[in-house]
T-cell receptor, first 114, second 111 residues
Framework: DTEVTQTPKHLVMGMTNKKSLKCEQHMGHRAMYWYKQKAKKPPELMFVYSYEKLSINESVPSRFSPECPNSSLLNLHLHALQPEDSALYLC?????????????FGNGTRLTVT | GIQVEQSPPDLILQEGANSTLRCNFSDSVNNLQWFHQNPWGQLINLFYIPSGTKQNGRLSATTVATERYSLLYISSSQTTDSGVYFCAVEGYGGSQGNLIFGKGTKLSVKP
């Protein structure tokens, strides 16, 4: 079982909907990440939080809004998405955002935008 | 930015066979990790190995940082080894926490 828990597992939303993806870890990690993975492609980094502060935003459109309420939780708020945003969204955590800190992934949320 | 190339892109093995997957990178790295993504999408961290050799059961990995490559060895393969194997690196000049993934090697192990 993964130690990074993501909910929901599947999500179907219309282009006018607002939804949120949630991620939780209880390993005491202080770095958390959102990745996006399209079919048959590698994961692509979206956001990095270090000690609850946003440290990397990989030029992600504003219709994706991350939030880190505390060191264990990471949310991704979705609004006015496009069909091309359909993908597997992966949350990950590591002890810190530096070397010698392996990345642990959750099982992902499969998002379909209709 | 740093480039990551994995080979082969696809690999089909009979159960029990051994295999070697390769990851080449274009610049010096301070972070290199190998992952296995199973057919259900779950990504598992196999090794954190910016240099040296590590072993974990039937899997082992070696990174030769000076020559900019890493190898993942799978011995006595099993059908549960099927999936995509990703190498991911972070260069010294990049933003901390920004792992760059290769395109992966898709492994199919036949019974």
């Amino acid at each position: 079982d993964t130690e990074v828990t993501q909910t929901p597992k599947h999500l179907v939303m219309g282009m006018t909907n607002k939804k949120s993806l949630k991620c939780e870890q209880h390993m005491g990690h202080r770095a958390m990440y959102w990745y996006k993975q399209k079919a048959k492609k590698p994961p692509e980094l979206m956001f990095v939080y270090s000690y609850e502060k946003l440290s990397i935003n990989e030029s992600v459109p504003s219709r994706f809004s991350p939030e880190c309420p505390n060191s264990s939780l990471l949310n991704l708020h979705l609004h006015a998405l496009q069909p091309e945003d359909s993908a597997l969204y992966l949350c990950a955590s590591s002890q810190v955002v530096t070397v010698n800190s392996p990345l642990h992934f959750g099982n992902g949320t499969r998002l379909t935008v209709t | 930015g740093i480039q990551v190339e994995q080979s082969p892109p696809d690999l089909i093995l009979q159960e029990g066979a051994n295999s070697t997957l390769r990851c080449n990178f274009s610049d010096s790295v301070n972070n290199l990790q190998w992952f296995h993504q199973n057919p259900w999408g779950q990504l598992i961290n196999l090794f954190y190995i910016p240099s040296g050799t590590k072993q974990n059961g039937r899997l082992s990995a070696t990174t030769v940082a000076t020559e900019r490559y890493s190898l993942l060895y799978i011995s006595s393969s099993q059908t549960t080894d099927s999936g995509v194997y990703f190498c991911a690196v972070e260069g010294y000049g990049g933003s901390q926490g920004n792992l760059i993934f290769g395109k992966g090697t898709k492994l199919s192990v036949k019974p």
